[in-house]
């Protein structure tokens, strides 16, 4: 039993010396913070998670992130799980399967299957490898994520990126699959681990708005919330020639030809949610929050 024992060990320590160590993302009784942003039809929006202790599922070890906000509204609650060397990473809720999010021991051409319904579900290979503040940093030939950028339907890329130590710039949940609300771009800002700031991308949280809202006071939609029909009245000078309802990923749900200054637009087919209702007016846009329940 003895010599088991060491040769069980001495294939491990040649596992370890012959592999690469990486730095986890939540080391042991660790306190962790993520800071997120994501798109909202006026600009961005921000939500926290912490690291806020263990648990075991299906007798696995898991790390539990929860939205330290509790407002529930997209996501609240997950769990990470790391390898033995720490250059993997899994994640789950309590309705996912387990996937996983992150491969630090990928070279440049090494695939992993992005399993996520919105912004496309295929394998995406690694294009480069970075050192980025002695952190090992992977990039993937995957945009994430996708959205209106501009007046004129310019998209705004970031590639996804694996980033020791940290997780991806898609946060935790990228690979979960899309309830039609929680998963629609979620990208990491800040991390503080036991309080002190190790990472930082501000820039990628700059999300454009589609367009400043355009003469907004002689354009009108009621009623709002609405669940079946809505009646758009409009003023100003210059022609209307088109109404779009698009979802918050910048998805085109529904396009109508504008044909007079007052406009009914049926919406039953359309599910519940928060949406933009886009006008064009002559080369521009207006743009109104639309709720539909």
């Not at 990208?187 to 355009?214: A, R, W």
Request: proline share 2%; aromatic share 12%; hydrophobic share 35%.
């Amino acid at each position: 039993m003895n010599k088991l024992i060491l040769i069980v060990v001495y294939l491990v320590l040649i596992q370890y010396l012959s592999g690469q160590v990486y730095e986890p993302i939540i080391s042991s009784n660790q306190s962790v913070e993520f800071n997120v942003c994501h798109p909202v039809f006026d600009g961005t929006a921000n939500e926290s998670f912490q690291s806020t202790g263990d648990t075991i599922i299906s007798n696995t070890n898991y790390i539990i992130i929860e939205d330290v906000n509790f407002t529930g509204i997209y996501f609240s609650k997950g769990y990470l799980r790391q390898d033995s060397l720490n250059s993997k990473a899994w994640f789950k809720t309590d309705d996912s399967d387990e996937k996983l999010i992150m491969d630090l021991a990928m070279e440049v051409g090494d695939s992993i299957f992005i399993d996520n319904e919105m912004y496309g579900s295929r394998y995406s290979t690694a294009v480069k490898i970075d050192t980025v503040d002695s952190r090992r940093v992977i990039e993937l030939d995957y945009i994430y994520p996708r959205m209106l950028a501009t007046q004129t339907d310019t998209i705004k890329y970031r590639p996804l990126k694996f980033i020791e130590g940290i997780g991806t710039n898609g946060f935790l949940i990228y690979q979960l699959e899309d309830n039609g609300i929680r998963n629609y771009g979620y990208l990491l800002e800040t991390v503080f681990k036991d309080g002190i700031k190790v990472y930082e991308n501000l820039e990628d949280c700059k999300f454009p708005v589609s367009t400043d809202e355009l003469n907004s006071e002689e354009f009108k939609i009621y009623p709002n919330p609405t669940n079946d029909k809505m009646r758009i009245e409009y003023s100003g000078n210059t022609k209307i020639t088109k109404y779009e309802i698009i979802d918050l990923t910048g998805k085109i749900i529904k396009s109508v030809k504008a044909n007079s200054s007052i406009q009914n637009i049926e919406i039953q087919d359309v599910q519940n949610g928060i949406y933009i209702l886009r006008a064009q007016v002559g080369s521009e846009f207006i743009l109104k929050k639309l709720l539909v329940n």
